[in-house]
């Protein structure tokens, strides 16, 4: 369940720099102003005294930045360089949409970005933790009169717009998956035709000695059954051992603790009822074709 | 005077091959009674095979009548017919048809299992009719560990499982060497001698030798 949250964006642009010096710094505002933000009026820019910084664990370790060293930050290229110690090192919650970017976080306090970057009285946005059972909705409509352009929305409609090209790669799986499926449906039904065939003659001279076609039907369905469901259940060791795999390959690559890849109960689920579905369907047709020839005709009468 | 398992009369069979139509038995009679052991013989497409089919109830005459037990095969439905064969007829096949992922007991049990024989004395009637074909030393052994002769006996025992009145064999050394072949017919002496039926289609002349009559089949027709 999403934490009671209300996310609010005031104002024009976000504070976002590229600051100078070999490797650019990103300057956001969005984790500091949970805490502190505060309207200020607008002042020329200037080095704020004591400015801290924390700097994101892979961007430091590749910088050889630790606790108590020193950097120089501008505003912008032409900015006053302004020195600050870094006061720590964060580790950079796991996001998809950050995994691309070559740009390292760096996080301020907010009146010290606010007289780095001149703009006092601007802030992005900022979220609110509310106490359980507080009426989101009824509150986003209370507060959205009282502050003339600014939008409230719950946290979980944030990331519902943020997130549109995950949805589409989203989208994109399925359909890999939906292929997957029809493929390996066919696949498996190839396979039943395939033993079916090989069995053509003894089942024929089964039928002949009188043992009835319901069972042979039933008995090639249940194997069809029996031998989709070790098929998934090896998927399944198959697919948790991949996702092992790309997961430690990832995470090492991209230097983050995002997870790529889940097997999920789910998922589980899902896969092998689909493969004992499409394993009794495969199984049904191959007895049906089986089942409904002369066996005098397959004996070669 | 011993009663008669299966008697035809007048038996004609036709097959369709394209547009032409052939007649594989031309008004073919004979009775089978209890205790007999007969050898069927003749050439090859000379109506064998289809007497036999005719006589078990696998297939039904063009024209004439078959009576099995007393009943006339011809007023009987598929699955009569099917439920016929089950209990009462034996087949065995000149290439055994043993089913390859079954163990040599699983094989002889599933026409047990057909008849709803309870799972405990299946698996012991199977056994000892494995045991009556000298196979006691097989029973877990899947067909592809057996030899040609072995599997044959399988699939004697698998016939015999549900004591039937009447067993019909096809060609049953047809796929064996001559040692083994004599085996086959030992064996089907043996079954006779404790009272089992057999008739028994092949080419074979020392296993026709061997039955107590014969018969031969030449152009659809029997020569006594």
């Known amino acids: 369940m999403l934490r009671p949250r209300v996310a609010k964006r005031v104002g024009k642009r976000v504070l976002k720099r590229i600051l100078p010096r070999r490797c650019a710094l990103v300057v956001s505002a969005a984790s500091i102003a949970l805490s502190t933000w505060v309207p200020l009026e607008a002042h020329a820019q200037e080095c704020p005294t004591g400015l801290e910084v924390l700097v994101e664990r892979p961007f430091a370790d590749a910088a050889g930045l630790t606790a108590g060293s020193t950097v120089v930050m501008r505003s912008t290229i032409e900015g006053e360089p302004c020195n600050a110690v870094v006061a720590g090192i964060f580790e950079p919650p796991p996001d998809p949409a950050s995994l691309n970017t070559t740009r390292p976080r760096v996080l301020f306090h907010l009146p010290h970005l606010q007289a780095m970057t001149g703009r006092g009285n601007e802030v992005d946005y900022f979220t609110v933790r509310m106490r359980p059972g507080t009426d989101l909705a009824a509150l986003a409509a ?6 003339p352009g600014a939008q409230v929305l719950p946290v979980s409609e944030v990331a519902e717009r943020s997130s549109t090209t995950f949805r589409v790669v989203s989208r994109f799986h399925t359909a890999i998956a939906v292929i997957t499926l029809i493929a390996g449906g066919v696949f498996l039904g190839c396979i039943m035709i395939l033993k079916v065939q090989e069995r053509r003659l003894p089942i024929a001279a089964a039928r ?43 995470q090492r690559y991209y230097d983050t603790t995002l997870v790529f890849s889940q097997v999920t109960g789910a998922v589980v689920t899902e896969a092998l009822a689909l493969a004992v579905l499409l394993g009794m369907a495969a199984g049904v047709f191959a007895a049906t074709r089986l089942l409904t020839s002369d066996p005098l005709d397959e004996m070669g009468r | 005077m011993s009663e008669i398992v299966v008697a035809a009369r007048d038996l004609t069979r036709d097959y369709r091959t394209g547009r032409s139509r052939v007649r594989a038995l031309r008004g073919v009679s004979i009775a089978v009674p209890d205790g007999d052991f007969l050898a069927v013989t003749g050439p090859s497409g000379s109506g064998k095979s289809t007497l036999l089919h005719l006589l078990g109830g696998v297939d039904t005459p063009t024209s004439g009548e078959v009576v099995f037990l007393g009943r006339d095969l011809a007023g009987m439905s598929v699955e009569e017919r099917a439920a016929l064969r089950l209990e009462q007829v034996g087949l065995v096949f000149q290439r055994f048809h043993l089913l390859p992922m079954l163990t040599a007991l699983e094989n002889v049990e599933l026409p047990l299992a057909a008849a709803r024989v309870p799972r405990k004395l299946r698996r012991a009637r199977a056994a000892a009719v494995l045991e009556r074909v000298a196979l006691a030393d097989r029973l877990h052994h899947r067909p592809g560990e057996l030899s040609g002769g072995q599997c044959q006996r399988v699939a004697i025992a698998r016939a015999l499982a549900n004591e039937p009145a009447l067993v019909l064999a096809d060609e049953p050394t047809g796929e064996l060497d001559r040692a083994t072949s004599r085996q086959v017919l030992a064996l089907f002496q043996s079954l006779n001698a404790d009272g089992t039926t057999l008739v028994v289609a092949t080419h074979d002349l020392e296993l026709a030798a061997g039955a107590k009559r014969m018969i031969e089949v030449v152009d659809g027709r029997t020569i006594p």
């Open chain 1, 142 to 147: 209370d507060l959205e009169p009282l502050l």
């Open chain 1, 208 to 250: 002949l000695t009188g043992i009835p076609r319901r069972l042979l039907f039933w008995w090639t369905v249940a194997e069809a059954a029996m031998l989709s469901t070790l098929g998934g259940a090896a998927g399944f060791g198959v697919g948790v051992a991949s996702s092992a795999v790309v997961n430690a390959y990832y």
